[in-house]
């Protein structure tokens, strides 16, 4: 059972580059999250997909771009990365409303 | 601005006494409240949960009590273990939206 899983697990790219960070879910839920977090902030969510063919900001959505490609997967993309979104990325899933939303390892990268 | 605080970054606790965590909100459409608990290099794991209908609930070892006049939730650990040396987070929501606290490092000390 894997759960949430993200790709990749660490990545490091210049300013100026563009990646997009992979996520994909395989227990059927219906929303879906990114997250970033860093030292004493806690985790603050970047982009949310509350259901497959939507999505919306979240607390700090500049610099990011998201596709809910299907119900399975949702991915963030960095068009120009910036020393700033140095940070680890998670992704998590649930079935919305009042239920607990479960998280994938996460992606640590480094723009340097 | 942060919507849930967590006061305390750390609590160093002695292992089989109780370990107190506490969280503050201010939005009053929160109605779902959430602990999570994160070791390091992996994500966060869900511990237990509070809907703001109930002021208590209870799961094991670990207790989450929910003042809302006081907009004041807190985790109850008893008796600690070492393996619940973590990170703990506290998280609420309105809706689809889950906001985090900046989490508190629990160490248990043998």
Same mark, same amino acid.
Not at chain 1, 52 to 67: A, F, L, R
Not at chain 2, 7 to 20: F, T
Not at chain 2, 41 to 68: C, H, M, Q, W, Y
């Given at each position: ?6 790709? @990749? ?25 990114? !997250? =970033? ?10 982009? !949310?997909? *509350?259901? /497959? ?7 700090? @959505? ?9 119900? =399975? /997967?949702?991915?963030? =993309?960095?068009?120009? *990365? *910036? ?17 607990? *939303? ?11 | 601005?942060?919507? +849930?605080?967590?006061?305390? #970054?750390?609590?160093? +606790? ?15 459409? $929160? ?8 070791? #390091? %290099? ?19 070892? $670990?207790?989450? $009590? ?11 650990? +008893?008796?600690?273990? #070492? ?10 929501? #309105? ?6 606290? %900046?989490?508190?490092? +629990?160490?248990?000390? %043998?």
């Amino acid at each position: 059972n894997a759960g949430v899983t993200q790709t @990749p697990k660490f990545q490091v790219l210049k300013t100026g580059q563009s990646m997009t960070l992979q996520c994909a879910q395989d227990m059927n839920h219906n929303s879906m999250y990114w !997250y =970033r977090q860093d030292p004493g902030m806690g985790l603050r969510l970047i982009y !949310y997909s *509350a259901s /497959e063919g939507t999505t919306d900001k979240g607390e700090v @959505p500049n610099g990011y771009n998201v596709s809910r490609l299907n119900k =399975r /997967e949702f991915s963030l =993309r960095l068009e120009s *990365a *910036a020393p700033s979104q140095t940070s680890v990325y998670f992704c998590a899933s649930s079935e919305g409303g009042q239920t607990e *939303a479960f998280f994938g390892q996460g992606t640590r990268l480094t723009v340097v | 601005d942060q919507q +849930v605080k967590q006061n305390s #970054p750390s609590l160093s +606790v002695q292992e089989g006494r109780i370990s107190i965590l506490n969280c503050d909100y201010t939005n009053s459409m $929160f109605d779902y409240f959430l602990w999570y608990k994160k070791y #390091p %290099a992996e994500g966060p794991t869900f511990l237990i949960s509070i809907s703001s209908i109930k002021d208590k609930n209870e799961d094991g070892r $670990f207790t989450v $009590f929910l003042n809302k006049s006081a907009k004041h939730l807190s985790l109850h650990i +008893v008796p600690s273990q #070492p393996g619940d040396s973590a990170v703990y987070f506290c998280a609420a929501r #309105p809706d689809y939206k889950l906001s985090f606290g %900046a989490g508190t490092t +629990v160490t248990v000390r %043998a």
